[in-house]
C-alpha cells in the first residue's frame, strides 16, 4: 500500500522559513512526478510546486516563485522536500504531498486530478 507522510509544518513568524519534507512507502516511486498543494479554509486545493519524475523540471505558483523551492531525492525511492522562505501569511494553509502513480521522467502536473496519491497534510501557519 502507498503512502506519503509529510513533516515540518509549524507556527512561524512572518519572514520566517520552514522545510517541508515528504516520504512515499509502498513501492519504488522514483521516477513519478510529485507535488505540493495546500488549501486555505474556504478555498481550493492550490498547486505550490511540482516537480518531474528525473528531478530536472520544476514548476512554481506565482506567488510563491522565488521564495520556494521543490526537490527531490530519488536515491532509494521518492523523497520531496520544499524549502520556504520569507513566508507570508496568505501562505498559511495545509500543505499536501502529492504522486502521481504512472511514471514519466520529465512531464510535470499542476494541477491536482493528475495526482493519485496525497498525503494526510501539514498544517503551516505564518503570523503577522
Known amino acids: 500500500q502507498v503512502q506519503l507522510v509529510e513533516s515540518g509544518g509549524g507556527l512561524v513568524q512572518a519572514g520566517g522559513a520552514l522545510r517541508l519534507s515528504c516520504a512515499a512507502s509502498g513501492r519504488t516511486f522514483s521516477r513519478n512526478a510529485m507535488g505540493w498543494f495546500r488549501q486555505a479554509p474556504g478555498k481550493e486545493r492550490e498547486v505550490v510546486a511540482a516537480?518531474?519524475?528525473?528531478?530536472?523540471?520544476?514548476?512554481y505558483a506565482a506567488s510563491v516563485k522565488g521564495r520556494f523551492t521543490i526537490s527531490r531525492d530519488n536515491a532509494n525511492t521518492a523523497t520531496l522536500s520544499l524549502q520556504m522562505n520569507t513566508l507570508k501569511p496568505e501562505d498559511t494553509a495545509v500543505y499536501y504531498c502529492a504522486l502521481r502513480q504512472t511514471s514519466g521522467s520529465s512531464t510535470i502536473y499542476n494541477t491536482p486530478d493528475a495526482y493519485d496519491y496525497w498525503g494526510q497534510g501539514t498544517q503551516v501557519t505564518v503570523s503577522s
Open positions: 516537480v518531474s519524475g528525473n528531478g530536472i523540471y520544476t514548476y
